[in-house]
């Protein structure tokens, strides 16, 4: 990053982070990650638990593709903590799809910011099968009794 570019980005305090992610989503339509991608570093990896993406140009297409895939999608945070070069935020996101009920998900995201302020690598963490079937009349039973019976 270049000096002009660092002097625009202000560093990602708790209100700031705040305003940021809760501007990304809205009620009314897609969200708009395009505000928050200066703070992702060239060279972050992302994972989560079905990917892991490497590169700011990967990283924004697959975010570009949950946008695709979604008619709505919404974000709740419910906390965040900001520590040194860590960011931790809780969260629900509700992706709404066509001819489907609205999907909750909840899970917590850790980024960690590189020396320049901009985030160098990010883990989302969520049980996305657990609250997908949760709206799936057969599988909201299945699903848990499944998960007793493996893991006890």
Same mark, same amino acid.
Not at 12 to 16: D, I, P, V
Not at 58 to 69: I, K, W
């Given at each position: 990053m270049n000096e002009e570019q660092s002097d625009k980005l202000a560093p !990602? $305090?708790?209100?700031?982070f705040l305003s940021l992610w809760t501007k990304t989503y809205n009620k009314t339509g897609k969200p708009d990650w395009s505000h928050i991608f200066p703070y992702y570093h060239e060279n972050i990896i992302f994972q989560d638990t079905v990917q892991?993406?490497?590169?700011?140009?990967?990283?924004?297409?697959?975010?570009?593709? !949950? $946008?695709?895939?979604c008619e709505r999608l919404e974000m709740e945070i419910s906390s965040v903590v900001v520590a040194e070069n860590e960011v931790f935020m809780e969260w629900k996101m509700t992706m709404i799809f066509r001819k489907t009920p609205n999907t909750p998900i909840f899970g917590c995201s850790k980024m960690t910011l590189g020396d320049d302020g901009r985030i160098i690598k990010q883990r989302d963490y969520y049980d996305l099968w657990g609250d997908i079937f949760q709206n799936v009349p057969i599988m909201k039973k299945l699903y848990p009794k499944f998960m007793f019976k493996l893991f006890g």
């Open positions: !990602l $305090t708790k209100s700031r892991t993406i490497e590169g700011k140009e990967p990283f924004v297409e697959m975010c570009n593709r !949950l $946008t695709d895939r």
